[in-house]
């Protein structure tokens, strides 16, 4: 908080004894101390000390950081510092459902924070990792987010499909009989280079895990360019298309 306003005796311009000093523009300014000096010698001579009261006032009690100072790195780690929400059982249940489905696939067992990372791979763009990472936390707003909504209940059906299925993101993704989803995955299958082998993913893992996409199936040894670009394109055409879905 900026001190200014608050009454300050000692101000350029004078000396500690009250003596006149000659300013830029040749003025003169006149102070005394004698004020002062009476006041010390009348509490000199006191008996008894006077009892000071040194609470500090509201307005000049500072808490957490000023704004104006705040640099956005000490912003990251205050905000990293704060403990965290234990994990929701749809949270825990779709990340082992996506490191076993990365599993069956690299043969890699993907820790919990690899699996966070990987949704912020730099081949999936912005919007589609806010997506996944909805989804994977389970906070999107479909299937049984509906049946808690008094009056809303019948929006966790899937509408789309004569089913009558719960709207999970495993039946909007990979099961329904939805023409626009069976269309996208086509045209995704039909950009793939490779016609021998499905791109259309398994289950509901492969799409959150779609950033663990690698070019390390094989092995350990190093992937060949065209094996990187097989990967990649892989990553951008399942992020894509099930945003797009
Ligand atoms: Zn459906």
Redesign the pocket.
């Known amino acids: 908080m900026p001190w200014t306003g608050s009454p300050n005796t000692l101000s350029r311009g004078k000396t500690a004894d009250g003596q006149k000093l000659q300013t830029k523009n040749g003025s003169k300014r006149q102070h005394t101390t004698s004020a002062a000096d009476q006041l010390a010698n009348q509490g000199v001579q006191k008996d008894e000390p006077d009892n000071i009261d040194l609470t500090v006032p509201e307005h000049f009690k500072a808490v957490g950081t000023r704004l104006l100072t705040l640099s956005q790195k000490q912003a990251y780690q205050a905000m990293k510092s704060k403990e965290t929400k234990p994990y929701t059982w749809q949270t825990l249940s779709n990340l082992d459902i996506t490191r076993h489905a990365i599993h069956d696939t690299t043969g890699n067992l993907e820790t919990d924070a690899t699996l966070w990372r990987s949704i912020r791979h730099p081949d999936i763009r912005r919007p589609i990792q806010a997506f996944l990472y909805r989804a994977m936390a389970g906070s999107l707003r479909i299937g049984d987010f509906w049946q808690k909504i008094p009056n809303y209940e019948q929006r966790a059906i ?1 509408m ?2 004569a ?1 009558n ?1 719960l ?1 999970t993101l495993e ?2 993704l990979i ?4 023409p626009e989803r069976t269309r996208i995955w086509r045209l995704a299958q039909n950009t793939w280079p490779d016609q021998n082998h499905d791109i259309f993913p398994k289950g509901i893992g492969h799409v959150l895990g779609c950033g663990n996409i690698n070019s390390r199936q094989q092995g350990n040894r190093t992937p060949t360019a065209h094996e990187r670009g097989f990967a990649r394109l892989q990553r951008i055409l399942i992020s894509e298309s099930a945003h797009l879905i």
Request: charged share 35%; proline share 0%; glycine share 0%.
């Open positions: 899937c789309r499909c089913s299925q709207e039946h909007i099961e329904c009989d939805a």
